[in-house]
């Protein structure tokens, strides 16, 4: 099954809750979501029921990789239970994003339910600088605690840095000293422009080109081929063999021609770009008693138009256009 662009579908990312324990200044600010902000409530979130039906559907057609993302995943309640349910469909791959934070009690439960790997998201090493980050106080030796955790587990881990310029861009090498030679890929994200938009400019962007060039003058740095067309990472192998990093270059080299990833959100909405303003409900009809061969129609139904390409389409005019919030959809 292919979309107009000649784009296989083969990765679904699947949001279980909006809610997040960490309130990130880039991405959940607590001027937006505070106290008075409408989370979804517990009966419009898919039941996990409804989400292992809604994947083994998309598995039929060809999903390969299932990531579960949030809000923050560990904090919907048995999520082990989810896991164990998605382990049992056959040659599927599942993946979980998680902020770190309950994985030093979870991680174990996790590898036992299934969980094929796991991407923590630390975006500084340097704890008064993560305290800030977060917005909630939160140590950052707990979330290296977590990892630790995760690889203990035998979970192998990945771990996703968002740059942002001011933020926490004098971090870079730090970060890079903290994960060479552990095992753990460690990945660059470029900042992007998404839901409350919070007045991002291109200038906040820490480009790709001067992430590596910056690790590079400490520790030089070769290029590595990608795994896959799909891959949405840039790599580089440390010259001294000990290991390698990624960036992911959403904004300055954007891949939306290898983008084969659908994301279904917490209510059951699908959403074909992580830039789409709305999504395709699914949770209707799932309720409504809808047979998997319907299922199948629609879905094929909306991959086989989609043309969605907006980061390669994306100025400072359409960074300015309503989007729909990281922390709903699980970037
Ligand atoms: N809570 C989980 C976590 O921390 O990984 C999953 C959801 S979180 C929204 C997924 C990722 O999106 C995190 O790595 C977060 O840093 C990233 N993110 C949030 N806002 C972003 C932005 N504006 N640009 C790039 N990445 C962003």
């Known amino acids: 099954m292919r979309d107009r662009l000649g784009r296989p579908l083969e990765t679904l990312r699947v949001s279980i809750t909006d809610r997040c324990n960490f309130r990130c200044v880039y991405c959940m600010p607590k001027e937006v979501f505070g106290r008075e902000y409408a989370f979804l409530d517990r009966k419009e979130l898919l039941s996990f029921e409804e989400i292992a039906r809604v994947v083994g559907v998309f598995a039929g057609l060809g999903v390969r990789t299932v990531r579960l993302t949030g809000g923050e995943p560990l904090v919907r309640r048995d999520v082990e239970r989810l896991v164990a349910q998605l382990a049992s469909i056959p040659d599927l791959e599942l993946a979980l994003t998680t902020n770190g934070a309950l994985l030093p009690q979870k991680a174990q439960a996790l590898a036992d339910a299934g969980l094929s790997r796991v991407t923590v998201s ?56 903290r994960f060479r030679g552990t095992g753990h890929v460690l990945r660059f994200i470029e900042y992007m422009d998404v839901g409350h938009t919070n007045g991002w400019r291109l200038d906040d962007v820490v480009p790709a080109d001067e992430i590596v060039e910056r690790i590079g003058a400490v520790w030089p740095l070769d290029p590595v081929d ?62 409504a008693g809808a047979t998997d061969e319907e299922l199948v129609e629609t879905l094929r139904g909306v991959w086989t138009k989609r043309t969605d390409r907006y980061s ?18 699980g970037g």
């Open 122 to 177: 630390l975006d500084s090493v340097d704890d008064a600088q993560f305290r800030a980050l977060n917005d909630v106080d939160f140590p950052v030796d707990r979330v290296l605690e977590g990892i630790d955790a995760a690889a203990a587990a035998g979970l192998p881990v990945k771990v996703n840095a968002v740059v942002k310029r001011g933020a926490n861009d004098d971090g870079i090498v730090a970060l890079a000293e």
């Open 226 to 287: 990608p795994e896959s067309p799909d891959s949405t990472s840039l790599r580089w192998r440390y010259r001294d063999g000990k290991g390698e990093i990624g960036v992911i270059a959403s904004v300055t080299k954007p891949f939306c021609g290898g983008c084969s990833r659908a994301r279904l959100s917490a209510e059951g909405r699908l959403y074909t770009c992580l830039f789409a303003l709305r999504g395709h409900d699914l949770r209707a009809p799932l309720r």
């Open 312 to 329: 390669e389409l994306r100025t400072s005019d359409t960074a300015a256009l309503p989007k729909v919030e990281m922390s709903y959809i």
